[in-house]
């Protein structure tokens, strides 16, 4: 059964606000067709909850299917650290759904060098992301990302002062090419560097 606007124009809409038939916002009409696409004879409310729910799980794969670009840098990893390193890698896989990692040198020459992972990854459990990346680092070096803010996590969002995502994506990943990095290069290739 189709839904019928004029019915419902002169109620408030699911948003507390009155809609007429001629005012169709983009929630509106999602609400719409979601009632074009449902039994009428159910209760409104109900399917009402039940809109809000599917939408509010849209919203959470949405958000949280997208990459994040994840930087650790503590400057206190050098050269004689690698394996150590390399372990730690192995190590938080299981933190991510997919994505990649690149171990990098810095500037200087080894064995004063600065050890940094860059990540683009899908994270599995965002909220619990930082802490548990955070015991498997004391685990590995005896110390915490938390202490003077090692992390740092970039993530993209829907604004005017940010290239598509597909852009943003691509430039993120051709930050993991050393030869693409210009003066930011690395002084020496690691060859550590992970996809999955």
Known sequence: MS????KYSNRRDIFGWYCPVHTETKDWIKWKEFIDNNSIDEDLNTLYEIFLMKEKKKKKLNKESKFVFITIQTFKQKYNDLDKYKQFMKNIKYLYSEG??????G????PDCNLHLHLLVKIIQPKKHKFKLDLEFKKMFNMSIY???FYKLKQWNESPLMPPYDQWLKEKIDYFDNSKKGCHGNSIELNCFCEW
């Open 3 to 6: 839904f019928d606007m004029r």
């Open 147 to 149: 202490d003077k803010d």
């Open 100 to 105: 990649f990692m690149v171990l990098e040198s």
């Open 107 to 110: 500037s200087v020459e080894p």
